[in-house]
């Protein structure tokens, strides 16, 4: 009976004497209540939260600019601003104090009276008055000496001079730098400046999502690619791989540091009152993403160097695990169901992210304009009326004065950012439960291939899942959830070398023990887990208990093993490299080229992240199926005592057999 009340008419295979049953249960359960969290968050964010709240800004009455749904808060608010996309501050002197609302156009000239505003409204159709002040009906006779009522901070209108201006971050900024300009400019780009670094990063991720997406289309595509060369060309694509790394990660190298000095030189030829603090960020993280690669790819020409006299070993690796692969076929199914989910949970994510990067809470208040020194100017201008019977229609456009504004502040809720953290979290563990689910399938498949010598290869593949879905799921959320668990003594230790690094002149070698401690245990454990995975998916045990299982065959085979890593998985590695980088390079000419950006080496970090999240996924197929195969032939060895030679692994091909061969004779 299975953990769903399904019945397992299937008997196990002979050699297989353990029933499968449930496993780890209770992690499963922890998963599915964390998951309830995450969307229990997601929902809160999608009610408050709102993207285009934190592109386009929002006026002063809470609707979002650009937006056809806005709430109703107040008067002027629920309005549909479709069209009105850009944030005008209505006194750029004193924007703290300054009426903002929506106009569909920045100022494209100096605008000196309310003659010109008039002007400007009937070519263009965008107001820059307040959104219940009739600007059409208003005559400048009448009004041209009522200039100190209507053009103050708090509107209607703007006070004059308005100067040109054009749009930096949807916002509307003085173009023209005068000394007259120039403090105006120092207020807008102080309060740009003034953002939450979070708000600048999400700003340029909501923008790219697009690209984004496309971007790990093609990562998934030319994975693909890769995988169909790798099984057509064993023999050959070694060498092709390394030297297509090694081209590529010069390109690389070359146009970071290009990109870096182009910023730098920008930078430095812009004036402080119109530089943004995104730019200059943008400027350092490409400094420290050029000296980060330089580091790296001096490393991997150095491996690369070290390797190319021992590339004899990885035909017949390559060329075993093809074979695997042209008998079960639909396991190429499972990375393209592993990209549409993955490319499914990071869209999920990134859209709760920005959500959940605006969930604040509206708040009102009260806005009153000065209105007895108003009273007293309408009342001295009315007594200078011809009739004073006749109705003001200035009266009636200044009505709102006596009533008040509702303003509507969007406060902060600070208990929002722990939510961060469980998003941060949950990331990273859905993401490695996706990949080890795909790992269990790939591993119970090739397992009951290589120990039934390849008997109903048609519902090998479905087994596997069906073993998966129904008794192992726990054991992934387990494994997957150590690895979060088991990055905190790396973070740890990675801490200690910092300190080190700062604090210690005299003992460099702790440093070296923290960096060399802090990879070793994290790399070990991972491989832990992926062969754990793989016992699982073979004999229906516990996670615990595969763990130590996978621990004593490491242990006992740890010759072969390290020869079959050292090559082929560094091999395999450097696959993911190249697509990443050949994303990584078109991605950087997309994103420079758009001018709307500001801070896009974080979008071009996710994407190269995306990229070789999802090329990993599918070259695991081939890692899997190798380590899989060296697995079965260690149990196939330790089943069968000396007379090993005589278990299924006999029917097999000729090469399953020089797999062992070769890693003795090395």
């Given at each position: 009976m299975a953990c769903f009340g399904f019945d397992k008419e299937t008997p196990e295979e002979p050699g297989q004497v353990r029933v499968r049953g449930c496993t780890d249960v209770l992690w499963l359960s922890i998963f599915l209540v964390f998951w309830c969290l995450m969307i229990f968050i997601a929902v809160f964010a999608f009610v408050y939260g709102d993207p285009l709240r934190l592109i386009n800004g929002h006026d002063s009455f809470g609707n979002t600019c650009g937006s056809s749904s806005n709430s109703k808060m107040g008067e002027l608010s629920g309005l549909d601003t479709t069209d009105k996309k850009f944030l005008y501050y209505?006194?750029?002197?004193?924007?703290?104090?300054?009426?903002?609302?929506?106009?569909?156009?920045?100022?494209?000239?100096?605008?000196?009276?309310?003659?010109?505003?008039?002007?400007?409204?009937?070519?263009?159709?965008?107001?820059?008055?307040?959104?219940?002040?009739?600007?059409?009906?208003?005559?400048?006779?009448?009004?041209?000496?009522?200039?100190?009522?209507?053009?103050?901070?708090?509107?209607?209108?703007?006070?004059?001079?308005?100067?040109?201006?054009?749009?930096?971050?949807?916002?509307?900024v003085p173009e023209v730098l005068t000394n007259e300009t120039l403090p105006l400019i120092y207020n807008i780009y102080g309060m740009m400046n003034d953002w939450d670094f979070t708000e600048e990063i999400l700003n340029d991720i909501y923008k790219t999502w697009p690209q984004m997406l496309y971007y790990s289309i093609l990562a998934f595509a030319l994975t693909f690619i890769i995988i169909l060369l790798v099984n057509l060309f064993a023999k050959m694509i070694a060498y092709i791989l390394l030297i297509g790394v090694s081209l590529i990660i010069l390109v690389n190298m070359i146009l970071l540091w290009w990109e870096y000095f182009v910023l730098k030189s920008r930078l430095d030829n812009t004036i402080e009152a119109q530089t943004l603090s995104a730019d200059a960020c943008n400027e350092h993280m490409f400094l420290i993403l050029s000296v980060i690669f330089t580091i790296f790819s001096v490393i991997v020409l150095l491996l690369v160097l070290t390797m190319r006299k021992r590339l004899h070993f990885l035909s017949t690796l390559f060329h075993e695990s093809a074979d695997c692969l042209s008998k079960l076929p639909a396991l190429y199914w499972q990375p393209l169901s592993t990209f549409v989910m993955l490319l499914g949970l990071y869209s999920f994510w990134i859209i709760t992210i920005l959500h959940l990067a605006t969930a604040n809470y509206p708040g009102t208040r009260s806005l009153k304009l000065l209105t007895n020194f108003v009273d007293q100017n309408i009342t001295t201008d009315n007594s200078s009326m011809s009739d004073p019977s006749m109705p003001d229609p200035f009266e009636k456009n200044l009505a709102f004065v006596h009533a008040g504004l509702t303003a509507v502040e969007f406060k902060d809720a600070t208990w929002v950012r722990y939510m961060w953290w469980v998003y941060i979290i949950g990331i990273i563990w859905s993401s490695e439960f996706v990949l080890a689910c795909q790992h269990m399938i790939i591993s119970g498949a090739v397992a009951k291939w290589y120990f039934t010598n390849g008997k109903n290869k048609k519902s090998i593949v479905l087994s596997s899942v069906y073993n998966l879905v129904f008794y192992h799921l726990g054991s992934i959320a387990l494994g997957s959830l150590l690895i979060i668990l088991f990055k905190i003594p790396r973070l740890i230790l990675t801490t200690c070398h910092s300190k080190s690094d700062t604090t210690s002149t005299k003992k460099p070698w702790m440093k070296k023990i923290c960096a060399c401690c802090s990879y070793s245990f994290d790399n070990f454990f991972k491989y832990i887990?992926?062969?754990?995975?793989?016992?699982?998916?073979?004999?229906?045990?516990?996670?615990?208990?595969?763990?130590?299982?996978?621990?004593?065959?490491?242990?006992?085979?740890?010759?072969?093993?390290?020869?079959?890593?050292?090559?082929?998985?560094?091999?395999?590695?450097?696959?993911?490299?190249?697509?990443?980088?050949?994303?990584?390079?078109?991605?950087?000419?997309?994103?420079?080229?758009?001018?709307?950006?500001?801070?896009?080496?974080?979008?071009?970090?996710?994407?190269?992240?995306?990229?070789?999240?999802?090329?990993?996924s599918v070259i695991s197929l081939q890692e899997v199926v190798i380590d899989t195969l060296f697995l079965c032939v260690c149990e196939d060895k330790n089943i069968n005592g000396e007379m090993w030679h005589k278990s299924p692994i006999i029917k097999l091909s000729k090469p399953k057999k020089q797999i062992v061969k070769n890693s003795n004779n090395i």
């Open positions: 209505l006194d750029p002197a004193n924007i703290e104090h300054s009426l903002q609302i929506c106009v569909t156009q920045c100022p494209d000239n100096n605008i000196l009276d309310l003659d010109g505003l008039q002007k400007f409204y009937n070519r263009t159709k965008s107001a820059l008055c307040s959104y219940n002040f009739d600007l059409s009906n208003v005559s400048y006779h009448e009004a041209q000496n009522r200039t100190t009522i209507i053009t103050t901070s708090l509107g209607p209108c703007p006070p004059f001079p308005i100067y040109k201006s054009h749009h930096v971050l949807n916002r509307c887990n992926h062969n754990a995975y793989t016992i699982v998916s073979m004999e229906g045990i516990g996670f615990c208990l595969a763990a130590s299982r996978a621990w004593h065959v490491i242990i006992g085979n740890a010759l072969r093993l390290s020869t079959i890593n050292s090559i082929g998985d560094f091999i395999l590695f450097l696959a993911k490299c190249l697509i990443t980088m050949i994303i990584g390079t078109a991605a950087l000419f997309t994103l420079r080229s758009n001018s709307e950006l500001h801070f896009y080496a974080i979008p071009l970090i996710i994407i190269c992240i995306f990229a070789f999240f999802i090329a990993h």
